[in-house]
């Protein structure tokens, strides 16, 4: 915990020592993407530990493992029918094991999703409720009878499109589930839910995990009398229809902060673990599941990186100011390009701007989450349609949300199948171009991934980038500068964003750490430094800089 009294303004201060989850990068894995080690097509357990030396030699901290737990794939294993097994398809516990034991021999922390929100429709909890009010499992769901018209019990909308209520007989009612038919959500104002998922977290955490990432953190608590939600006044005829209804009564309910904190409290039980929460609210109302006491997620995900819509510095300078002056005082930050949800960053911005975006997000004040295949520079897929065994239950209402896009197969070799599988994998690989594998890019020095990774290294030697604060500069148009201070020496960054050259000042004793591409020229006698376009920088400087 911190001693808020040592704390000052939240850029202004440096975790001494800083806890692992503050200093490493947090590298996300979608298990059934990473590697096929059973020759099924679908990636594994065993997989991940034979590539357990990869993940060491790239230089990551820990992992995040999207979930890995018996599904029947309603949404891809966050439809959970056992949440203390390992689904048969990705291995079993003893695999579970001894993955955990590899990744820990090379000192790779491992972080499970934890979905306490909803259950699969095939969870015996479930099965056991819908048998009607006499059942003791009755109230760990959300049911509701019709109302008098034979609607549905109230306008609230899943988030993959369509009402959140499904009809069932026995016992002739609704239940809720927010997102696929196949997922109904879990009644966490019933005790016994809380309890419930409190000693599944406490299985893995016995097991040794090293903490949870919370999925939907902000959803478990919803208004009491669940009351229909308010139509959204920005929203238009032809508009999409996810954001036609305010979400102001289906989440970040009145007890939001109290179930937060009954996950916190399991995480505490434990010597040095880390609860991550998905929370995708306006930034000020996502930081503050950080905890007035800081006792609820050490790190809320921040998604304000995703949210981007020019890249420009002009837009970005902002975002990272605001976000710092709300995060609450001794708050740790976070930041993200992207996960399993969204489209790839490289195709997002294209590949001539994708590595000023890693630039940015590894030397920013907080912990980067690195979404697996980023590394190669990997685009999103394209489906033919027609052509997949399953879809995504987003894209089964809103093609253009398809999030299979960026779920596609890790990229080892030139092989067939990029070298994941050695059958048909489970989604098509996303581009049979031979340099996006590691197998290629690992001998190129010029490569995104020897790139990345002596980023990712630099990050980890350098106490400034790792747990250093942080300050704006001011600087040409279209670069962002910034400043980390450390007791033990300071760097600054100079990202340009733009399409043209940009000359920055510098300080002329300082040193280039790394940059995006070739090295840029100084000028001035040493003053200035010619960036090209999207080219980013960090430099060492001579002098000690400013804590903030
Ligand atoms: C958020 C997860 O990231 C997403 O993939 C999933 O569909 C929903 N939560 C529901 O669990």
Known sequence: MVNLDDVGRSGAWVPDPPAWWQREVIYQI???SFFDSSGDGIGDLPGIRERADYLAWLGVGAVWLAPIYPSPD???GYDISDYVNVDPRFGTLDDFDAMLTTLHERGIRVILD???NHSSDQHPWFVESRSGPGSPKYDWYVWRSSRPDGSPPNNWESYFGGPAWDYVEPPGQWYLHSFDRGQPDLNWDNPEVREAMQDVMRFWLDRGVDGF????LWL??????????PVNPEWGEGGPPWLRLLRANSEDGPRAHEYARVLRGVIDEYPDRVMVGEVVLPPARAVAFHGERLDEAHMPHNFALTELRTWSAEEIRPVVEEYERQLPRGAWPNWLLGDHDFPRIASRLGPERTRVAHMLLLTLRG?????YGDELGLPDAHFPPGT????????????ERDRFIARTPMQWSAGPHAGFSEVEPWLPVASDDGSLTVERQREDPDSVLSFVRSLIHLRRRTPALASGTYRSLSGPPSVLSFERWHPDGTVRVHLNFGATSQDVEVDGAGRILLSTNEPPETRAGG???RLRPYQGVIVRTAAPGTPG
């Not at 990432?213 to 939907?216: A, G, K, N, W, Y």
């Not at 912990?367 to 979404?371: E, M």
């Not at 997949?388 to 093609?399: E, F, K, N, R, V």
Request: hydrophobic share 35%; no cysteine; glycine share 0%.
């Open 30 to 32: 979608y298990p059934r």
């Open 74 to 76: 309603a949404d891809l």
């Open 114 to 116: 934890l979905v306490p």
């Open 213 to 216: 990432r919370v999925d939907v």
């Open 220 to 229: 478990l608590s919803k208004d009491p009398e669940l009351a229909d939600n």
């Open 367 to 371: 912990t980067p989450t690195w979404y």
């Open 388 to 399: 997949l065994a399953m879809i995504d239950p987003q894209a089964s209402t809103s093609p």
């Open 527 to 529: 003053h200035t430094m």
